[in-house]
Protein backbone atom coordinates (compact mmCIF):
# COMPACT_ATOMS: atom_id res chain seq x y z
CA UNK A 1 0.00 0.00 0.00
CA UNK A 2 1.25 3.54 -0.97
CA UNK A 3 1.58 6.43 1.15
CA UNK A 4 -1.03 9.35 0.60
CA UNK A 5 -0.15 11.76 -2.08
CA UNK A 6 -1.06 15.78 -0.56
CA UNK A 7 -4.03 15.32 -2.94
CA UNK A 8 -5.38 12.28 -1.24
CA UNK A 9 -4.76 13.95 2.28
CA UNK A 10 -7.01 17.10 0.97
CA UNK A 11 -9.61 15.10 -0.07
CA UNK A 12 -9.61 13.03 3.59
CA UNK A 13 -9.79 16.84 5.18
CA UNK A 14 -12.50 18.11 2.85
CA UNK A 15 -14.62 14.73 3.83
CA UNK A 16 -13.79 15.41 7.52
CA UNK A 17 -14.75 18.83 7.10
CA UNK A 18 -18.03 18.07 5.40
CA UNK A 19 -19.33 15.44 8.11
CA UNK A 20 -18.51 17.49 10.95
CA UNK A 21 -20.47 20.21 9.52
CA UNK A 22 -22.78 17.94 9.05
CA UNK A 23 -22.69 16.94 12.74
CA UNK A 24 -22.87 19.69 13.56
CA UNK A 25 -25.67 21.27 12.13
CA UNK A 26 -27.64 17.46 13.58
CA UNK A 27 -26.51 18.62 16.91
CA UNK A 28 -28.21 22.10 16.55
CA UNK A 29 -31.45 20.43 15.49
CA UNK A 30 -31.24 18.39 18.18
CA UNK A 31 -30.66 21.29 20.71
CA UNK A 32 -33.66 22.86 19.39
CA UNK A 33 -36.37 20.08 19.65
CA UNK A 34 -35.06 19.74 23.08
CA UNK A 35 -35.51 23.38 23.88
CA UNK A 36 -38.23 25.01 26.35
CA UNK A 37 -41.28 25.18 24.17
CA UNK A 38 -44.93 25.80 24.47
CA UNK A 39 -46.23 22.21 24.44
CA UNK A 40 -47.17 20.50 27.78
CA UNK A 41 -45.59 17.32 28.92
CA UNK A 42 -47.55 14.76 30.68
CA UNK A 43 -47.83 16.32 33.82
CA UNK A 44 -49.28 19.34 32.47
CA UNK A 45 -46.19 21.76 32.64
CA UNK A 46 -43.70 23.26 29.93
CA UNK A 47 -40.89 21.09 28.98
CA UNK A 48 -37.57 22.70 30.50
CA UNK A 49 -34.08 21.54 29.83
CA UNK A 50 -33.55 21.48 33.24
CA UNK A 51 -36.40 19.02 34.27
CA UNK A 52 -33.98 16.23 33.27
CA UNK A 53 -31.35 17.45 35.84
CA UNK A 54 -33.73 17.47 38.84
CA UNK A 55 -36.23 14.81 40.13
CA UNK A 56 -39.54 15.56 40.52
CA UNK A 57 -40.37 17.57 44.03
CA UNK A 58 -42.50 15.38 46.29
CA UNK A 59 -45.93 16.90 47.28
CA UNK A 60 -45.19 17.85 51.28
CA UNK A 61 -47.25 14.82 53.40
CA UNK A 62 -48.37 14.69 56.81
CA UNK A 63 -47.35 11.79 58.77
CA UNK A 64 -50.64 10.18 60.19
CA UNK A 65 -50.98 10.10 63.96
CA UNK A 66 -52.19 7.67 65.86
CA UNK A 67 -53.73 7.37 69.13
CA UNK A 68 -54.79 3.98 69.88
CA UNK A 69 -58.60 4.96 70.11
CA UNK A 70 -59.64 4.06 66.72
CA UNK A 71 -58.99 0.82 64.64
CA UNK A 72 -55.35 1.25 63.09
CA UNK A 73 -56.16 0.05 60.00
CA UNK A 74 -56.72 3.38 58.36
CA UNK A 75 -53.28 4.50 60.31
CA UNK A 76 -51.60 1.52 59.28
CA UNK A 77 -52.75 2.75 55.33
CA UNK A 78 -51.62 6.29 55.44
CA UNK A 79 -48.52 4.93 56.58
CA UNK A 80 -48.31 3.25 53.74
CA UNK A 81 -48.97 5.55 51.05
CA UNK A 82 -47.04 8.13 53.13
CA UNK A 83 -43.87 5.46 52.68
CA UNK A 84 -44.54 4.63 48.93
CA UNK A 85 -44.80 8.39 48.35
CA UNK A 86 -41.74 9.35 50.18
CA UNK A 87 -39.79 6.43 48.86
CA UNK A 88 -39.21 5.55 52.90
CA UNK A 89 -37.14 2.57 53.51
CA UNK A 90 -37.99 -0.51 55.28
CA UNK A 91 -35.84 0.01 57.75
CA UNK A 92 -37.46 3.36 58.76
CA UNK A 93 -40.77 2.65 58.68
CA UNK A 94 -41.34 1.43 62.09
CA UNK A 95 -39.14 4.45 63.69
CA UNK A 96 -41.14 6.88 61.98
CA UNK A 97 -44.56 5.54 62.54
CA UNK A 98 -43.65 4.96 66.44
CA UNK A 99 -42.71 8.34 66.36
CA UNK A 100 -46.21 9.62 65.03
CA UNK A 101 -48.03 7.23 67.99
CA UNK A 102 -49.85 9.09 70.62
CA UNK A 103 -51.28 8.59 74.09
CA UNK A 104 -51.98 4.81 74.61
CA UNK A 105 -50.47 3.36 71.47
CA UNK A 106 -47.37 5.52 72.43
CA UNK A 107 -47.83 3.88 75.87
CA UNK A 108 -48.10 0.55 74.17
CA UNK A 109 -45.03 0.87 71.60
CA UNK A 110 -42.65 1.50 74.53
CA UNK A 111 -43.53 -1.38 76.41
CA UNK A 112 -43.16 -3.23 73.08
CA UNK A 113 -39.93 -1.98 72.42
CA UNK A 114 -38.75 -3.30 75.81
CA UNK A 115 -40.15 -6.44 75.92
CA UNK A 116 -39.31 -7.76 72.39
CA UNK A 117 -36.91 -4.87 70.71
CA UNK A 118 -37.74 -2.75 67.68
CA UNK A 119 -40.04 -5.36 65.35
CA UNK A 120 -39.69 -5.06 61.82
CA UNK A 121 -42.17 -3.40 59.86
CA UNK A 122 -44.51 -6.53 58.87
CA UNK A 123 -44.65 -7.24 62.68
CA UNK A 124 -45.28 -4.18 63.96
CA UNK A 125 -48.46 -3.61 61.54
CA UNK A 126 -49.85 -7.31 63.24
CA UNK A 127 -48.90 -5.82 66.27
CA UNK A 128 -50.66 -2.77 66.13
CA UNK A 129 -53.64 -4.92 64.76
CA UNK A 130 -53.64 -7.31 67.46
CA UNK A 131 -53.92 -4.73 70.30
CA UNK A 132 -55.49 -2.21 68.78
CA UNK A 133 -57.91 -3.50 65.90
CA UNK A 134 -61.55 -4.44 66.35
CA UNK A 135 -62.19 -7.66 68.37
CA UNK A 136 -63.20 -9.85 64.68
CA UNK A 137 -59.39 -8.94 63.97
CA UNK A 138 -57.79 -9.48 67.08
CA UNK A 139 -59.50 -13.16 67.04
CA UNK A 140 -58.28 -13.61 62.94
CA UNK A 141 -54.39 -12.72 63.99
Given at each position: ???????DV???????T??LT???????A?????S???????????????????P????K?DF??Y??????LL?????K??????????????????Y?????????Y??L?E?????????FK?????????P??????
Amino acid sequence: MSEPTIADVMEMLKTLTLELTTMKSDVAAMKAKASPSTDSSIGGHPNRARDLDHPPKFQKLDFPRYDGKTDPLLFINKCKSYFRQQRTMAEERVWMASYNLEDVAQLWYIQLQEDEGTPPWGCFKDLLHLRFGPPSVRSVI
